[in-house]
């Protein structure tokens, strides 16, 4: 039995195993993977920053 199941790969649109012996699925490598879930992050970062220059202004005594 050896059903193979191929996706591209969503970063870089490499054909890979969509099978639990690939953990990295939908992705074809760790690095991938990384990239996208970094991606994402970084995204995600931009929003708190102004908070966190509020909050430094509330800390400094007037
Ligand atoms: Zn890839």
């Given amino acids: 039995m050896s059903v193979k199941t191929r996706v591209p790969c969503p970063r870089c649109g490499t054909a890979t195993a969509f099978s639990p012996s690939n953990r990295w699925r939908p992705f074809c490598s760790e690095r991938c993977k990384m990239i996208d879930l970094g ?9 708190p920053v102004e908070s966190v ?6 800390l400094e005594p007037k």
């Fill in 39 to 47: 991606d994402w992050a970084s995204e995600r970062y931009r929003v």
């Fill in 53 to 58: 220059v509020a909050d430094d202004e509330e």
